[in-house]
């Protein structure tokens, strides 16, 4: 079977994306995001999306009613297609990361959110690049939160993942499995990256088809993000957020900001 790169999921086949992402209870992860920021949280914050594809999430936060949202990602499609999935009050803005909209040149944001291992399609170099421009434009309080691959499940080659399969409905109402990854992977020799493929088939009407899709992806880890805090200014720092499991499941949620503000808010001094 042809392996097509992954971007081209993001591009031509962003509404299946989008549907097959939708196993998420995106009101209830971003209500946890705000609950990590240090009382009193105001009603005008501003959260920003990083890799947002749909921008669930940050459509999610405008529906909260804690402020304004704004998106980032590569693919036009997704711009596209969160404009009719999504709030249209997020500001969307379509830049390859690390390199960030001008448009959004002196916005300060309360939170900046890179969901479910979309930091892993950066480089260590490119990923440092990103955190060093995001940590000044956070507010004083202001949290950056990644959500990496938990090390321990790519140990076991990502075989106890509970989301590694996922049944999904299309707009016309056929049904779709996502196997993410299919089959093992193998990691690299030269650093920890591997090369994961994607199956997803689909069963409709008239036709039933299978693709899949090669996502190469980069394995991140806590102790990366705490050097690279470290390296932007002595208060910066990182930590893993205890007990998320339950909000964001298969998942390490690191936490990026003013040391002084996360040990005092977070209770993990
Ligand atoms: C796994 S999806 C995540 C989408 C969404 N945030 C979610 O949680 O479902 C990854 C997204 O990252 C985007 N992407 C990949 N590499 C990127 C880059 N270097 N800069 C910006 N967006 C990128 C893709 O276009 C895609 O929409």
């Given at each position: 079977m042809t392996l097509r790169a992954i971007s081209e999921l993001y591009e031509s086949g962003a509404e299946i994306y989008e549907r097959l992402a939708r196993d998420r209870d995106f009101a209830r992860q971003v209500g946890t995001l705000v609950q990590l920021l240090p009382p009193p949280v105001s009603r005008s914050l501003r959260f920003l999306e990083l890799f947002?594809?749909?921008?669930a999430h940050a459509s999610a936060f405008i529906a909260s009613g804690h402020g304004e949202a704004f998106a980032v990602d590569a693919s036009r499609a997704m711009a596209r297609l969160a404009a009719t999935t999504g709030n249209p009050a997020v500001s969307y803005h379509i830049s390859t990361l690390p390199a960030f909209p001008p448009e959004l040149n002196g916005v300060r944001f309360d939170l900046i959110f890179a969901p479910r291992y979309s930091a892993g399609y950066l480089s260590i170099e490119a990923l440092a690049k990103m955190v060093r421009h995001c940590l000044p434009i956070l507010v004083a309080k202001g949290l950056l939160v990644l959500e990496l691959h938990d090390p321990q499940l790519l140990a076991g080659q990502l075989r106890n993942l509970g989301l590694k399969e996922r049944a999904f409905t299309l707009p016309d109402g056929s049904d779709g499995k996502v196997t993410w990854p299919h089959g093992e992977f193998q990691f690299s020799r030269n650093g920890w990256t591997a090369e994961l493929t994607v199956q997803i088939a689909t069963r409709g009407p008239n036709a039933d088809s299978t693709s899949q899709f090669s996502s190469v992806e980069h394995f991140h880890s806590l102790e990366l993000l705490q050097f690279i805090c470290s390296e932007v200014a002595p208060d910066f720092g990182a930590v893993a957020l205890p007990s998320m499991e339950r909000h964001f499941p298969g998942s390490v949620l690191v936490c990026c900001g003013r040391r002084r503000i996360w040990e005092k808010s977070l209770n993990l001094a």
């Amino acid at each position: 079977m042809t392996l097509r790169a992954i971007s081209e999921l993001y591009e031509s086949g962003a509404e299946i994306y989008e549907r097959l992402a939708r196993d998420r209870d995106f009101a209830r992860q971003v209500g946890t995001l705000v609950q990590l920021l240090p009382p009193p949280v105001s009603r005008s914050l501003r959260f920003l999306e990083l890799f947002a594809g749909p921008a669930a999430h940050a459509s999610a936060f405008i529906a909260s009613g804690h402020g304004e949202a704004f998106a980032v990602d590569a693919s036009r499609a997704m711009a596209r297609l969160a404009a009719t999935t999504g709030n249209p009050a997020v500001s969307y803005h379509i830049s390859t990361l690390p390199a960030f909209p001008p448009e959004l040149n002196g916005v300060r944001f309360d939170l900046i959110f890179a969901p479910r291992y979309s930091a892993g399609y950066l480089s260590i170099e490119a990923l440092a690049k990103m955190v060093r421009h995001c940590l000044p434009i956070l507010v004083a309080k202001g949290l950056l939160v990644l959500e990496l691959h938990d090390p321990q499940l790519l140990a076991g080659q990502l075989r106890n993942l509970g989301l590694k399969e996922r049944a999904f409905t299309l707009p016309d109402g056929s049904d779709g499995k996502v196997t993410w990854p299919h089959g093992e992977f193998q990691f690299s020799r030269n650093g920890w990256t591997a090369e994961l493929t994607v199956q997803i088939a689909t069963r409709g009407p008239n036709a039933d088809s299978t693709s899949q899709f090669s996502s190469v992806e980069h394995f991140h880890s806590l102790e990366l993000l705490q050097f690279i805090c470290s390296e932007v200014a002595p208060d910066f720092g990182a930590v893993a957020l205890p007990s998320m499991e339950r909000h964001f499941p298969g998942s390490v949620l690191v936490c990026c900001g003013r040391r002084r503000i996360w040990e005092k808010s977070l209770n993990l001094a």
